[in-house]
């Protein structure tokens, strides 16, 4: 997984972002889990991270937001 974060991150922040609410939730869900896991990893990828964390927090679904900021 660590050798693949820079593949999954983007394309994971860009689902967040998504005009489906399923993959919105379930991708802010995710998001949860891969920095769990990869915690050791992820300050080379914080400029990905924060855009999209900051974007997410500004939805209109709760849950969404609800999950980025428990992060």
Request: glycine fraction near 6%; proline fraction near 1%.
């Amino acid at each position: 997984m660590f050798r693949n974060l820079s593949k999954i991150l983007p394309g994971l922040m860009r689902d967040i972002l998504d005009w489906v609410v399923d993959n919105r939730k379930k991708s802010a869900g995710l998001l949860y889990y891969l920095l769990l896991n990869g915690e050791d990893y992820i300050t080379q990828h914080m400029e990905i991270l924060t855009t999209g964390m900051f974007r997410a927090c500004s939805d209109d679904e709760k849950e969404v937001v609800r999950d980025v900021r428990n992060l």
